[in-house]
T-cell receptor, first 114, second 111 residues
Framework: NAGVTQTPKFQVLKTGQSMTLQCAQD?????MSWYRQDPGMGLRLIHY???????DQGEVPNGYNVSRSTTEDFPLRLLSAAPSQTSVYFC?????????????FGEGSRLTVL | DAKTTQPPSMDCAEGRAANLPCNHS???????VYWYRQIHSQGPQYIIH???NNETNEMASLIITEDRKSSTLILPHATLRDTAVYYC????????????FGKGTLLTVNP
């Protein structure tokens, strides 16, 4: 199993450009989420999904869109990038939403917006 | 979810036990204590979690006080590769996929 795979690992954007961060998992996990991490800070939840076709907002959703058309994929879209979105983005997945297991994280996507 | 308090940094000698404390005095009855760690900006890695009983796995032990207001993560024989930021998270019973990460404790294992 590859686990949780994020692409790209690094990206530089100009203000106003759009892009999609890809996240895929091959563990048949129902639950997936996106976090961002700014320097010296913990992770903050952006959006999450409890299954295909179902998404919801986390703590910091503004400026980001998500969709979940398949169990495996959970892309994060930036429609008009801003310098405040410079951050490291982590995707995570979980088999069970209950407190019976762990979150599996990807290796992160490092985004710089100029 | 209850708020947690962790020291910002700790040091430990290689081969010794590392004891990382966490205060969660406002924890409620259905909230679990989770520990994750993050090595050098990699994705966070799950370590262990528990509700009220002490727990042990191949990575660590989790000791939760009887009143559940604090806990300690124990790495029994710390190695240089255990240098990381350790996050203590208190989470309600409904959703392990919506965790709230604070700033954690930077554990530095010294040779």
């Amino acid at each position: 199993n590859a686990g949780v795979t994020q692409t790209p690992k690094f990206q530089v954007l100009k203000t106003g450009q759009s892009m999609t961060l890809q996240c895929a998992q091959d563990m048949n996990h129902e639950y997936m989420s996106w976090y961002r991490q700014d320097p010296g800070m913990g992770l903050r939840l952006i959006h999450y999904s409890v299954g295909a076709g179902i998404t919801d907002q986390g703590e910091v959703p503004n400026g980001y869109n998500v969709s979940r058309s398949t169990t495996e994929d959970f892309p994060l879209r930036l429609l008009s990038a801003a310098p405040s979105q410079t951050s490291v983005y982590f995707c995570a997945s979980s088999y069970s939403g209950r407190n019976t297991g762990e979150l599996f994280f990807g290796e992160g996507s490092r985004l710089t917006v100029l | 979810d209850a708020k947690t308090t962790q020291p910002p940094s700790m040091d430990c000698a290689e081969g010794r036990a590392a004891n990382l404390p966490c205060n969660h005095s406002t924890i409620s009855g259905n909230e679990y204590v989770y520990w994750y760690r993050q090595i050098h900006s990699q994705g966070p890695q799950y370590i262990i979690h528990g509700l009220k009983n002490n727990e042990t796995n191949e990575m660590a032990s989790l000791i939760i006080t009887e009143d559940r207001k604090s806990s300690t993560l124990i790495l029994p024989h710390a190695t240089l590769r255990d240098t990381a930021v350790y996050y203590c998270i208190v989470n309600s019973g409904g959703s392990n996929y919506k965790l709230t990460f604070g700033k954690g404790t930077l554990l530095t294992v010294n040779p």
